[in-house]
């Protein structure tokens, strides 16, 4: 499993944007779906956004329109680029890697991934 440091998060007025930053070790980095998955308190997990080891990208459907994920694969990085944030969006950000590699690594549900990071805060206000 690879090791993950998010970065980013921060407290935002609604409609604000912000980019979260996913730091991963590793040189088979490339070769792994990586995802973003969120948690507020006294809610269930919920899976933000996936990119396969291809760049393609899955959404989830509270989000789609307003956040985008992309990697870097050469930096061992992952983006998340929130924008029109909504209070909604409050939450801890995870950063995710898929349980699997190349076309067995699925990024569409939060139980296709297995190495989290620490998590960082995104608070937005009303």
């Known amino acids: 499993q690879v090791q993950l440091v998010e970065s980013g998060g921060g407290l935002v007025q609604a409609g604000g944007s912000l980019r979260l930053s996913c730091a991963a070790s590793g040189r088979t980095f490339s070769s792994y779906a990586m995802g973003w998955l969120r948690q507020a308190p006294g809610k269930e997990r919920e899976f933000v956004a996936g990119?396969?080891?291809?760049?393609?990208?899955y959404y989830g459907g509270s989000v789609k329109g307003r956040f985008t994920i992309s990697r870097d694969n050469a930096k061992n990085m992952v983006y998340l680029q929130m924008n029109s944030l909504k209070p909604e969006d409050t939450a801890v950000y995870y950063c995710?890697?898929?349980?699997?590699?190349?076309?067995?690594?699925?990024?569409?549900?939060?139980?296709?991934?297995?190495?989290w990071g620490q998590g960082t805060q995104v608070t937005v206000s009303s």
């Open positions: 990119i396969s080891w291809t760049s393609n990208t």
């Open positions: 995710a890697a898929a349980r699997g590699t190349y076309y067995n690594g699925r990024y569409y549900e939060v139980a296709d991934f297995g190495s």
